[in-house]
């Protein structure tokens, strides 16, 4: 059963969906969805996120950049390009991302995250998917204008406060017959302007386990958001961006403004 | 010798993201690093906060 994260009542609840857009709390009170605040729906542990894991994209950011960065994106590349990110970074189903006042250029990425299940160490591919706990929608934001050539992507691309937004849903492993048959989309504004398909992955879900466990001992908690396809468009405050993945759930979040930082008080 | 010293990289971080109690910024190492093989025990010390000391052995090794 799918399970989600919530605030209520000045409470953190696990729910489930109940009808017609509304999610039953744990402890059986049926709310509209819109009622609660929605929280990631599980607590993440390490933050694997995949750089390039979709052709088009790569050829799409090689359109866009120098001689010697557009070889480097479409060169074939036989491992998976992996970087980490923070927890200042998730925020949960209809949240507000803010759009930093130093954005030139900043965009949506719907992905498919990989939610693990089992500590697991040097995971043959073959066993890979017994690893999964569950999957559920991820929207990682870029800010495009920062990405430089010495270190791809840096924090100021993708580790802003609230840039990461994840869910509503943690739908079990057992729902999903296979994670590489599953439709993208992004809709801004009620537009489409990402659509693809998981079929497209340069390194599918199963790779990427026995990828990363071949490094590290990955553990119950840690998610994989696994790269997105091409589509990128610059999102402006106000924006409604809404991240689909066909069976896993469709992910609403709104940019906002930046505001000014608390100012300093004398101590 | 910090080519940015720690109120600097606190403000640079905190410019464009917010840091929270139990968050930690490594701020960097001084020139010639030796090599840890397995075998060794290192210790890293710094003046007045601790010494830190680990054995370094290979992957695979019972002990």
């Known amino acids: 059963m799918k399970q989600g994260r919530v605030v209520f009542g000045g409470a953190v609840h696990g729910c489930t969906p109940a009808a017609e857009g509304r999610v039953r709390l744990a402890d059986g009170r049926v709310v509209a969805e819109t009622e609660v605040q929605w929280l990631a729906p599980f607590e993440p542990r390490t933050i694997f996120t995949l750089a390039l894991n979709y052709a088009d994209h790569a050829s799409e950011l090689a359109a866009k950049s120098s001689k010697d960065q557009a070889a480097f994106l479409t060169a074939q590349r036989s491992e998976p390009v992996v970087f980490l990110k923070a927890a200042n970074a998730v925020v949960g189903h209809r949240g507000l991302t803010r759009r930093p ?22 995971v043959p591919r073959d066993r890979a998917l017994d690893y999964v706990l569950g999957y559920t929608v991820a929207n990682d934001y870029a800010i495009r204008n920062f990405l430089e050539p010495y270190y791809r992507p840096n924090l100021r691309v993708k580790n802003r ?107 | 010798d910090l080519l940015r010293p720690v109120p600097c990289l606190l403000a640079e971080v905190t410019e464009f993201m917010t840091l929270e109690p139990g968050d930690i910024l490594l701020v960097g190492v001084p020139e010639d690093m030796p090599l840890a093989r397995a075998g060794d025990t290192v210790a890293v010390e710094i003046e007045g906060v601790g010494r830190l000391e680990n054995p370094v052995r290979a992957e695979g090794a019972v002990s």
């Open chain 1, 101 to 122: 006042r130093d954005a030139e250029f900043m965009h949506y990425e719907c992905e498919l995250a990989v939610v693990i299940g089992r500590e697991g160490r040097n």
């Open chain 1, 161 to 267: 406060d609230g840039g990461t937004a994840l869910g509503p849903w943690l739908v079990p492993a057992s729902a999903i017959a296979d994670p590489q048959q599953l439709r993208l989309t992004t809709h801004v504004n009620g537009k489409l302007v990402q659509e693809g398909t998981t079929a497209d992955m340069v390194h599918d879900v199963a790779s990427l386990i026995e990828f990363l466990s071949g490094i590290m001992t990955i553990s119950p908690g840690d998610v994989i958001l696994t790269g997105t396809p091409k589509g990128s468009v610059d999102v402006r405050p106000g924006d409604e961006v809404v991240c689909e993945v066909e069976g896993v759930g469709r992910l609403v979040n709104t940019l906002v403004d930046d505001w000014e930082p608390a100012a300093r008080q004398p101590t």
